[in-house]
């Protein structure tokens, strides 16, 4: 899908950095689960070595983690803000109902772990006024994801979507952002996987089916149940 993800790595010695990675890689045809989840969550080729850190939301948090639109930019449409109203709810009751030992709850004010900003800025533009460092001044295109982390434990992470975002794409759109908002940052660019959530170059699926859900469930397990997706 066309979008930027931003990852910010936080340590105690040298404070915040950019980490500066391909976001897409390219595969001729299916994969097995275990390639695809390595993939989708640190940017390993098949076989290769991964190229980002696994990410997590921290346990203590992980279920509980509150998601909301938390500004809207005067020049997004009414009508675009009520289907991402409609598409954050549908996508909260897939990534919830895919079996992984993860829960979001949508919220409408106070302090939300995944805040959702719609914002003025068409396709190629520049994001501005959210007040978070890591997507103001940044480009957007369909939408942006930004993830804040020490070590391997996300500690924040913000979501903007672009106002000219096309009716058909934000159902698809909010749920990508949100899967990858909870650390499986990168996409898949095949044939093969065009019906995949991670598809580099497609805005279509709405559900988390196959190894989409297979990729979650592995980042987040169940405590006692065995790792489906996994070889």
Known sequence: MWRVVTLILLTVLIGPRPVHAQEFIAVPDIISDDAFYRLVACGAAPGGECSKPFIYWPEDRRLALRVGIA???ES???YRYDLVDAAIDAAIDEINGAGAHLFLERVYEGEMDIPVFLV???QGGII???GLDELDGSSIAIGRVAIRSR???IVAASIAI???IRRREIASVILEELVQSLGLVT????PAYERSIFAENGNSMTR???QDAAALRRHYPRPGVPVRGSE
């Open 128 to 130: 501005e006024g959210t």
């Open 208 to 210: 988390l089916r196959g």
């Open 187 to 190: 996409d898949i660019a095949s």
């Open 162 to 164: 672009s106002h000219d």
């Open 71 to 73: 500004a809207t930019g």
């Open 76 to 78: 997004f449409a009414d």
């Open 151 to 153: 070590g391997e434990d």
């Open 120 to 122: 003025d800025a068409p």
